[in-house]
């Protein structure tokens, strides 16, 4: 049997266990991880070095290096995080709803674990301790899938995790590591129906899209972000400047970043000039349509495909707009459901941008950057989603859970 | 541009106005719906008439042409029911949650509609009209894909909703029905991500795998169902009888039928013999396994494949177990994770049940019948789900719809 197989029917039966594990027993597991996170530092420092001197010697880039590199801090930091997870309320046997029908039935709906929970991630070893753990949080078994060029720290803090369970009720089988990190495996990974019940790929738009194309399994799309600001005519001046210059430079190269502000005219031809110099003076190269050139002639001009385009870099594009309508269809034409911010005091214009821009987030006078698990105050992020079933936008503990109706009857039959 | 690629288009745009329509103008568009379908009844009931009549010279079975016939009641019933639909509360712009960050902002999670929702169907024209107008009460658009047998019926019932939708101010093209019934058009649909939010399935378990094995869109997938009820131990004769012969005879076709029950040993030795009889009474064939052939002789031996056959039919396979987690080892390895009922007087058993059996609906003492939005007291049903993503079990018109976050700021910027 593959190893593939062999882990997912281990990480299966894992799953089937950890039902019946309660609230306790779960954070006991947490706890225990973080405490032998920190115990094996050495080891794990060790074994990450080879995976920082393979990539050295392929050349790897300084920013991939350093996303790959774990040290004193970061393994604390993840030991921390291990405390703040146990803190967190358990949505597993929350009951959501419950009634009562008039033959007497007693119908509760409650929150159960999903099952077994596929990951397919690039690059960063945080993620492996992240997934593994939010997992065991929400009672699910979990089958990893991370990149080779993390395949030592990858496959040592899987170790460390299972060191630390097998001191605690929790099944080591639950944290499932696929070792061989070929592509055959991942393909076969979207095919394995009969043992996940769901697969998540973090990573870049390439890994994304090939998942949502081949996977049967259900996939949790968490996606690409080609935000906007739109800066309608009665926005004030400072306020839009601030939430523009932080909503583009703030981090770049995360999702809820923006990559293009739609300006309305009548604010464009009193202010655009001094946003484009604010954005200047921290370095963002500006493209503009014609409209916007008009006002700042010397960025160069908007193509295409910069509207369609997720820069993750210092660049914004600006489009003049006459009306909120034509923001909106720009927004739903190019956008990518991700996260979408007006800046305005014209409470029509803020009601019109919230019912018919199709995003996972809106803000009215507030950056997209607070799109984000912590921000909204969940404690906990397993990704963003930008689909529309199951789970839309930051994505916390609940999103790993599906539901059952338990039916208590007294011999009831349907007639 | 194909067909389905033109009417896609246009569903999209009309999705883009749907939701800006209140929930009165919605409603007065099925009431118009209702109204129209009894004005056009002589157009609907000689279109029908071209279909039965292919389907008899096609030498279709009797049972089959029932599902494919309309009659003055049927259309009746259909106008009946959306004056039902009419009357039930609109999830849309349902606000589930709001709260306040320490940094001011407040945000709400709101319902939405999903925007396009697909929809591929075999035979019955009562769908046709029945995902036509849940769609439209939940303010999604629209793309029916039904079967070719019913293919007059479809396209007359579409005509009718049209001369409806036109007297309204809901956009007509919200209702799309791709007219041409190849498996070409329906695997075309697999792929349209970029203008369909949902794909469901509705039919035969081979229409329902192909969905979920190529659909790249994502699917709500409506199953099989292989469903169970254990005896336990304790397990009151009577109800015990009831429940069983309920579940397997009342109506065997559905996915909420059983199909195996799994008997505690002790309660068999007393009571199988029974029940046997009242089953074969009711003209169930029973199947069994060699504990129950001792106590029942004349029954055939059950095989593996019983185990995993839906029969849909008055038969019944019968395995003796010796304990509950037997019993809940068997409905995880072969149910289908539909529906599964225990009948016992011993909590132990029902807290076991409940936690580890692995299923959208899980019943104590009641028949697995009950699996239904009409009995659940939903009002409405778009089909059962057997996946654990977004909805399971029956869903009623909130398993067609997604949500948005909502911020509202003054000013806030990430730190």
């Known amino acids: ?98 009634w009562e ?6 119908i509760e709906k409650v929150r159960v674990p999903l099952g077994v929970v596929g990951m397919i991630y690039e690059a960063r070893p945080n993620v492996t301790v992240d997934a593994a ?22 496959k040592a803090l899987v170790r460390v995790i299972h060191h630390a369970l097998e001191k605690t009720d929790i099944p080591v089988d639950a944290v499932q590591l696929i070792e061989d990190t070929s592509r055959e495996t991942a393909s076969q ?15 870049g738009k390439q890994l994304i899209q090939t998942v949502v194309a081949q996977s049967s399994v259900p996939v949790l799309e968490t996606g690409a972000g080609n935000c906007h600001v739109f800066i309608d005519q009665s926005a004030d001046e400072q306020m839009a400047t601030d939430i523009v210059v932080n909503a583009k430079v703030q981090r770049p190269s995360v999702c809820n970043s923006i990559e293009t502000i739609l300006v309305h005219e009548a604010w464009a031809s009193r202010h655009l000039a001094k946003l484009a110099a604010a954005l200047q003076e921290k370095g963002v190269e500006l493209r503009g349509d014609e409209a916007a050139r008009q006002l700042i002639p010397a960025v160069h001009a908007a193509t295409e495909e910069d509207w369609e385009t997720e820069y993750n870099d210092l660049i914004l594009a600006i489009k003049i707009v006459a009306t909120t309508e034509e923001a909106i269809a720009h927004i739903n034409q190019y956008g990518t459901k991700h996260s979408e911010a007006i800046v305005t005091n014209n409470d029509e214009s803020i009601a019109k941008f919230f019912t018919s821009v199709d995003a996972a987030a809106l803000y009215h006078n507030a950056s997209t950057r607070f799109t984000d698990g912590f921000e909204f105050g969940f404690g906990a992020e397993i990704g963003i989603s930008t689909q529309k079933l199951h789970a ?10 599906s539901t059952k109706y338990i039916v208590h009857g007294t011999g009831q039959i349907r007639q």
């Open 101 to 106: 029908r008039p033959n007497g039935l007693q």
């Open 1 to 98: 049997m593959s190893e593939l197989l062999t882990k997912a029917k281990l990480a299966k039966q894992a799953a089937s266990e950890l039902v019946t594990k309660s609230t306790e027993q779960k954070n006991a597991a947490l706890a225990a991880i973080g405490k032998q996170l920190v115990e094996e530092m050495d080891y794990l420092l060790a074994e990450n070095k080879k995976d920082i001197e393979e990539a050295k010697a392929k050349g790897t880039s300084t920013s991939l290096i350093d996303r790959l590199t774990l040290n004193e801090v970061r393994i604390h930091d993840m030991a921390d995080a291990m405390k703040q997870l146990v803190e967190l309320s358990d949505p597993v046997g929350e009951r959501l709803e419950a």
């Open 392 to 401: 839309r936008g930051p994505m916390g503990l609940p999103a790993l859970t």
């Open 133 to 154: 753990t939010l997992c065991l949080k929400t009672g699910n078994a979990v089958i990893l899938r991370g990149s080779s060029s993390a395949a030592h720290s990858n």
């Open 189 to 203: 990974l979207f095919t394995l129906n009969d043992y996940l019940d769901v697969l998540i790929p973090r990573g």
